[in-house]
C-alpha cells in the first residue's frame, strides 16, 4: 500500500517568508510525528498528533512553528518569518496505534527546505 | 530518555557480517531497543525491535545481553545496498510518544 508521502520534496524560500509543508499518513493511522533533521544529524522531534490533537508539542522550537491536522489524516507543518536556521529536512512519520518509542514508525522522504 | 552511543563510521566489504554494538547504560526496565536505517534522501527505515536476548528477523539479527547495557545490531552478508546510517533508539511505550535519534552509525560498504 502507500506510504507517507510529503509535498513538496523540495522547497526554497526567502528569510522572512511563510511556508508550508504537507504530510499524508499511511491511511487509518492515528498517530503522526513531525521531525527535523539537520545535515549530519539524526532527525529531531517536533510534535505529535494523535488523532487531531496535538499530544506533545514540546520539540516546536519557537512559537514560529505550528503545525495542523484538522481532519486526523493530512497534517500541515507551517513556520512563519522563516529564518536561515531553519533550512533542514523536514520529515513526517505515522504509526498505527496510539503512539509510543516502540511502536514502528513510518517515515516519508522528507521536505528539503531551505532558506536563502 | 536513555542515552545511547554508537561507532560514528563503519566500514565493511561485501559479503562479510557486520555487527554495530551500541551502549546505553541507563536503560530502563521498561525500555526496548529499535534499531532503525536511513539512506540518502529518504527517511528512517524499522529495521527490528528487542527487549532482551535475541531476535532476528529476514533482515537482521539483534543480541541483547541479560544486562541490557548495550546491544548488537548484526547483518548477515552486506552488500553494497546496505550502505547507510543505522541508529540505535531506547525508549518505552509509557509516556515518550517521540523517537530519540543520536547521530547514527554510517555503514560503508565497499565491493
Known amino acids: 500500500g502507500a506510504g507517507v508521502s510529503q509535498t513538496p520534496s523540495n522547497k526554497v524560500t526567502e528569510k522572512g517568508k511563510y511556508v508550508e509543508l504537507r504530510c499524508d499518513p499511511i491511511?487509518?493511522?492515528?498517530?503522526l510525528y513531525w521531525y527535523r533533521q539537520s545535515l549530519g544529524q539524526g532527525p529531531e522531534f517536533l510534535i505529535y498528533f494523535q488523532g487531531t490533537g496535538a499530544a506533545d508539542d514540546s520539540g516546536l522550537p519557537n512559537d514560529r512553528f505550528f503545525a495542523v491536522r484538522p481532519e486526523g489524516s493530512v497534517s500541515t507543518l507551517k513556520i512563519q518569518r522563516t529564518e536561515r536556521g531553519d533550512s533542514a529536512v523536514y520529515l513526517c512519520?505515522?504509526?498505527?496505534?496510539?503512539?509510543?518509542?516502540?511502536?514502528?514508525?513510518?517515515f516519508g522522504p522528507g521536505t528539503r527546505l531551505t532558506v536563502l | 530518555l536513555a542515552k545511547t552511543t554508537q561507532p560514528i563510521s563503519m566500514d565493511s566489504y561485501e559479503g562479510q557480517e557486520v555487527n554495530i554494538t551500541c551502549s546505553h547504560n541507563?536503560?530502563?526496565?521498561?525500555?526496548?531497543i529499535t534499531w532503525y536505517q536511513q539512506f540518502p534522501s529518504q527517511g528512517p527505515r524499522f529495521i527490528i525491535q528487542g527487549y532482551k536476548t535475541k531476535v532476528t528477523n529476514e533482515v537482521a539479527s539483534l543480541f541483547i545481553p541479560a544486562d541490557r547495557k548495550s546491544s548488537t545490531l548484526s547483518l548477515p552478508r552486506v552488500s553494497l545496498s546496505d550502505t547507510a546510517v543505522y541508529y540505535c533508539l531506547v525508549g518505552s511505550g509509557a509516556g515518550s510518544y517521540q523517537l530519540t535519534f543520536g547521530k547514527g552509525t554510517k555503514l560503508s560498504v565497499i565491493p
Open positions: 512519520a505515522s504509526s498505527a496505534v496510539a503512539g509510543g518509542a516502540i511502536d514502528t514508525q513510518y
Open positions: 491511511s487509518g493511522h492515528t498517530a
Open positions: 541507563n536503560i530502563a526496565t521498561n525500555d526496548y
